[in-house]
């Protein structure tokens, strides 16, 4: 069976779950906002290396709350035993995977899209020539948080303290990613173009591409497991 249509049908399935309850998308939501809200207090809107502090404050925002959503995520298909439904259908492993990482990508680049802007008004920065590089910058770091949780998120799902686990799993494994994308987003807020952050995006867009490949290849054994 091709991957597209299990893929398509395990992703609307979660999308639309969300859509019903909002329990996902509300608190991570909120909680994106409150630490960008917070940041605009604590930070100061003028001086040089700014948009440096900015661009990290805005990623521990965005890894924290893509880890609240990937983690409940699993956990509602833990919930009457789903996933041993999935899992028996006749989507394959590498469907369902990326069925949860195409809704994973949804949910958190919904949240992306309403922080982005407020964070860029409240601290008062001006992207300018840096717009493109800091969508592409968010698309490719978002992109790589979700792969790397999904996978994770699998493997915690059938612990007890899969809360606890996952982001122990997902940090130690996301550093090159965070690094490349804060800097790749402080160059974009600083307003510079594409190529002083054509490195950082090569690095981001190599992590993708390698992690799309081990979570095909291993979510099979990982949901044996």
């Keep these: ?28 939501g909120l909680f994106a906002l409150l630490v960008v809200v917070a940041a605009s207090f604590a930070f100061p809107t003028w001086g040089r290396g700014r948009e440096g502090v900015a661009a990290g404050v805005l990623w521990i925002a965005f890894l924290f709350a893509g ?10 298909e833990k919930e009457e035993s789903c ?26 680049l919904g949240v992306e899209l309403v922080t982005l802007p407020v964070f860029v008004v409240l ?24 792969t790397v949780g999904t996978l994770f998120a699998a493997m915690a799902v059938n612990t ?11 940090l130690p494994i996301a550093v090159p990613l965070l690094i490349a994308s804060v ?23 190599a992590y993708d591409a390698l992690f799309l490949m081990v979570g095909l290849s291993t979510f099979r054994h990982v949901t044996e497991a």
Excluded: C
């Design 123 to 146: 601290l008062q920065l001006s992207p300018g020539a840096g717009t493109a590089v800091l969508i592409l910058a968010a698309l490719l770091g978002t992109f790589g948080l979700a």
């Design 183 to 205: 800097e790749a987003t402080a160059a974009a807020l600083g307003g510079r173009s594409l190529g002083s952050a054509q490195p950082w995006l090569l690095v981001m867009a």
């Design 160 to 170: 007890k303290t899969r809360e606890v686990i996952l982001p122990l799993l997902v």
């Design 67 to 76: 880890l609240l959503g990937i983690g409940r995520s699993f956990a509602i």
């Design 1 to 28: 069976m091709s991957w597209t249509r299990p893929m398509l049908l395990i992703a609307g399935k979660d999308l639309r779950l969300e859509f019903r309850t909002r329990d996902i998308l509300t608190s991570v």
């Design 83 to 108: 996933i041993d439904g999935l899992l028996l259908s006749p989507a394959g492993p590498e469907a369902i995977f990326l069925g949860k990482l195409l809704a994973t990508l949804v949910f958190t």
